[in-house]
């Protein structure tokens, strides 16, 4: 009715002549039978012919609505998917934290999907039923009353019935939809990382942990099916009860002359239609209470809202943006793990046009303090403050889009053109910018030298292209993007010399004019930071330049010891 009210007005019209001229048929039919009439097919063509157009009509509405539902499901299903993922991405990242990326995208596809079905299963069906068993009840009542109304008395306790039933069955539903996203998690992350799976021959491992989780929402499905197996069969048999009382009653009726064989056939059909129509209702409910309960948890992340909100909040004109980064008294743990202080009283300060890089232990708080920077996460106390302002007050989503750059080590690349990937650093920039972003970050040559240059198409996770070739369309990306502060997290992995250079030189002409926040893996590469920070357990205990730290003797000349000592890493 929502959908079109014209057709279903229109059906439910149909419903209620159909029965009535049925019976009309069937009195001619009888009186002629009767009296044993000649003009037996005189009188017969005029209603058999209404009969037949109403059919036809019939016909042609049952098309409409079914080619109107189709059209409005894709559209709806198309809709719960972009509103959907546009709330995803809006999370913090303390709700990714949280959540395996295969059970998000089970919500996407899976479970939009199971809406879809269900919605256009159950209006297709439903409506038809609805405006059936509407059309029929009018036309029952146009001839016995009584009788209908003995219906409707009975009615409310089987739909009151089957409503518990069905509270009971979407709760089944909802866990059996949480395992099965739980099964695709575990394939997403063995097949996203493969080559982990691989390298240390954990296929069959794998395959048992995805079969158990499988298994699991197998069973869930069973009992689901089993609980909606009762309802149908229960649901069948009161109908049927309910129609063989209907056609007792008439009988009845027909015995004591109180009504024709037309008006019991007309009674027939109304009361089979009836129950024809409830009967596939029941067989709908299953599909409903999957399609409630996947509407449900597609809802439930569609009105998620960020505790940190991507915008709103000042901006600092660029002219006047010194790029003055500071770290005042932070404390902070993780959501995921509010038990554990990773910060404590965290203070420091990034300089202008400096570059500071930070060094400790593995597990002391490095890329924690990035990640603060790029308000990723809300400190829990204390500030960090750019220009003297704190970053609460700003626009996040200007601040990482606009102000601050990160360039990881290891960079992932999307799965598209090259051009692509390094235009991801400023959208709105020309080919041309893109050249001269490459050029700079020494990666024009090797771009140019693949078959289709710039339009080369990187893997899903760019594996067409070697880690210093990476590195270095990454540093293009930043480049493009051009922040006023940096912040470079070292790759854990060591390049080859030649690649090490070509890397080194781009880096150092991104790092140019900018402040720049270096999370170092390798003590090697900092000596030359204008401050070297050392961290452990999420507070500053040394900072100073590299010969004044290494003159020091304390934890900065330590930890130089036992790189050494470990080779080239921390
Ligand atoms: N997303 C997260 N959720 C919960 N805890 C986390 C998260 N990220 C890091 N941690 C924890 O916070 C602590 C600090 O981690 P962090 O990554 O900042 O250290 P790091 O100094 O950068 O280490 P590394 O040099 O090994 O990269 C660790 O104990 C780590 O287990």
Redesign the pocket.
Known sequence: FLISPQLALGSALLNIQIPLMLGSVVNVVSECMADQQQNYLQMIVPPASRLMAVYALQGVLSFGYIWLLAAVGERMAARMRVALFENLVQQDMAFF?SHMTGQLVDRLTSDVQDFKSSFKLCISQGLRSVTQVTGCFVSLYLISPKLTGLLVLVMPTVVAGGGMIGSGLRTLSRAAQEQVAKGTAVANEALGNIRTVRAFAMEEKESRLYADEVNKAGRLNEMLGLGIGVFQGAANFVLNGIVLGVLFSGGLMLSTNDMSAGDLMSFLAAAQMIQRSLASVSILFGQAVRGVSAGARVLEYMQLEPTIPRTGGRKIPFHSLFGTVEFKDVSFS?P??PD?Q?LNNFNLVLPPCKVVALC?M???????VAALLERFYDVEGGSVRLDGKDIREMDATWLRGRVIGFIHQEPVLFATSILENIRYGKPTATDREVYEAAKLANADGFIRDFPEGYDTVVGERGITVSGGQKQRIAIARALLKNPSVLVLDEATSALDADSERLVQEALERVMKGRTVLI?A?RLSTIENADVIVV?SKGRVVEQGTHSELKRKGGMYADLIRRQTENGNR?
Not at 362 to 368: F, P, R, V, W
């Open positions: 934290d993780y995921t793990r554990q990773v400790g593995s597990g002391a708080g490095k890329s924690t999370i893996h961290m921390l």
